[in-house]
């Protein structure tokens, strides 16, 4: 008996033996943990989360582009640090709960396959290289949990998850309106499963408790200008029109994040994919991840889609694998790690190249600013030391500099349809007679747009590591002249458009803000 135990300790481990596959599941989580604590500490805060960062330190109950969840989120998990893999921490286990829970939903099915499957997820692109605390990174976690729920609520864990699942879902919307698709899969799944008792009743007690989100966030936007809607629907969506290049760009994104066996495995088993359907736990998966798929797909005629759109569906279609035969499971875990695997090595590659092999290339510019940012306070902290106040033309930016020097930075000018929280936060009024500091990687060749506004002007050129830059140190600024153009014409381009006149709202904060 003992020499059978010795043998039985001797046995080699076999990477593709489903019974090793807690074992393995327990250590690839680790790792992939590891990993994406590295990247976020190798790869600098973007513009984006620098955004939704400075949406943290600045609490309120909606934001200029999206629901305001992440900035909830971050306003608390701030408290406890700032660097760069402690904001991102949120983002870091996020894949890892969602793989989690995606073993959980799939055991009563095949509890071995399960685990294999969820570490299938667990090492795709979006798993292992998203490491940006953005507002998919709630997105993601809550449409997951949402699906979640109802996957339970189905396997007989009881009524009290259709509750939870609106929680959940409630909890999505206020993340992001990219999360509709999953509406329409929740909604479908309801419309075709007759055989779930009370189905209707089960619908509304969900939507019941995802109705304290939606009416938050309608509440908002009738104080707040319909601006959410008024990005989501009308702004962003200007110039868009029929181009085949975009389906085309469209279908690339899916068999990247997807990575090409997997694509090719699911279209030559569909047929026994489908066969989830009579599965009601898994009918809720393939529902809410085809109408992201489809949902997309079918605005990708007209529209660029980021790759992040499907980030609220993505995992759903990892679920149904589990009807494969174990062999294809085992052959599809070996082909991601190696897939992401071999991205992983370019990546660490890419990013510890020198700065200096860019140098001759176009992208250098971009690549040196965004490495290298934190160069220009030296610049400015002499004027700001005098009383200057600091600008950029740029959101991100401007964004950028509030995080990394947790100093004030305004936009000046225009700007873009993005990024325009600051219409919010900052005041020119506050600004009358002050001197300003800006900072613009692009030429001030126009200098009427800096002309107006001061009583003096200055232009220095700037170099960054051979990288061009610009100051322009105004003095005096001039408010009621900056008012009668620049905020007159930010509010004609972004507020002052026809969807509002439509729409019954609470006063007109921007127009009222600055007498306009």
């Not at 489903?18 to 680790?30: H, P």
Request: glycine share 6%; net charge positive.
């Amino acid at each position: 008996m003992a020499v059978a135990q010795l043998k039985e300790q001797q046995q080699p481990f076999v990477l593709d033996s489903l019974d090793n596959g807690w074992r393995v599941f327990c250590w690839t989580s680790l790792v992939s943990f590891l990993v994406k604590v590295y990247l976020a500490h190798l790869v600098p805060i973007t513009g984006d989360e620098a955004e939704y960062i400075y949406w943290g330190q600045h609490f309120s109950w909606g934001y200029y582009e999206h629901p305001p969840l992440i900035g909830w989120i971050l306003a608390f998990w701030n408290q406890f640090g700032l660097s760069n893999i402690w904001v991102r921490m949120p983002q870091i286990i996020a894949s890892n709960l969602i793989a989690v829970l995606m073993y959980i939903a799939l055991k009563r099915i095949d509890e071995k396959k399960a685990v294999w499957v969820s570490l299938i997820y667990l090492l795709s692109p979006v798993s292992l290289f998203n490491i940006a605390i953005l507002t998919d990174t709630p997105l993601m976690v809550f449409s997951f949990l949402g699906v979640f729920c109802l996957m339970m609520a189905e396997q007989g864990h009881g009524n009290k998850y259709y509750l939870f699942a609106g929680l959940g879902l409630g909890a999505a919307y206020f993340s992001k309106y990219l999360m509709l698709p999953i509406a329409i899969g929740v909604l479908l799944y309801f419309l075709f499963s007759k055989e779930i008792k009370n189905r209707w009743l089960k619908l509304l007690a969900t939507l019941v408790f995802a109705l304290p989100f939606f009416i938050e966030n309608i509440w908002w936007n009738y104080s707040n200008n319909w601006v959410n809607l008024l990005f989501n629907l009308d702004l962003r969506n200007e110039g868009d029109h029929l181009n085949w290049h975009l389906p085309a760009k469209y279908l690339a994104f899916i068999v990247y994040l997807y990575s090409p066996v997997m694509v090719y495995i699911i279209v030559r088993h569909a047929k026994k994919l489908s066969q989830g359907w009579a599965n009601l736990a898994l009918r809720v998966a393939l529902l809410t991840g085809l109408a992201t798929i489809l949902f997309y797909g079918v605005l990708s005629i007209s529209k660029s889609i980021g790759l992040h759109w499907i980030f609220c569906g993505y995992a759903f279609l990892f679920m149904p694998l589990i009807l494969l035969e174990a062999k294809q499971v085992k052959r599809l875990f070996k082909w991601m790690l190696f897939y992401s695997g071999v991205q992983l090595i370019i990546v660490l590659i890419v990013f510890h190249l020198p700065l200096s092999l860019w140098k001759k290339t176009s992208v250098y510019d971009s690549v040196n600013w965004f490495l290298n940012y934190e160069r220009i306070y030296p610049v400015v902290e002499p004027y700001m030391k005098k009383g200057f106040i600091f600008m950029t033309p740029s959101y991100a930016q401007s964004y950028l500099t509030v995080y990394r020097h947790k100093k004030p930075a305004a936009v000046w000018g225009i700007g873009s349809v993005n990024g325009r929280p600051d219409d919010f936060f900052s005041n020119f009024k506050d600004f009358n007679h002050k001197n300003i500091v800006i900072v613009s990687q692009m030429d001030p060749f126009y200098r009427s747009e800096y002309l107006p506004y001061f009583k003096k002007v200055d232009f220095y050129k700037k170099e960054m590591l051979g990288s061009p830059y610009h100051l322009v140190v105004g003095y005096d600024f001039n408010y009621d002249a900056y008012r009668q153009t620049i905020l007159t014409r930010i509010y004609q381009e972004f507020y002052d458009v026809k969807l509002l006149k439509l729409l019954p709202r609470q006063g007109d904060f921007y127009k009222d803000k600055y007498n306009l």
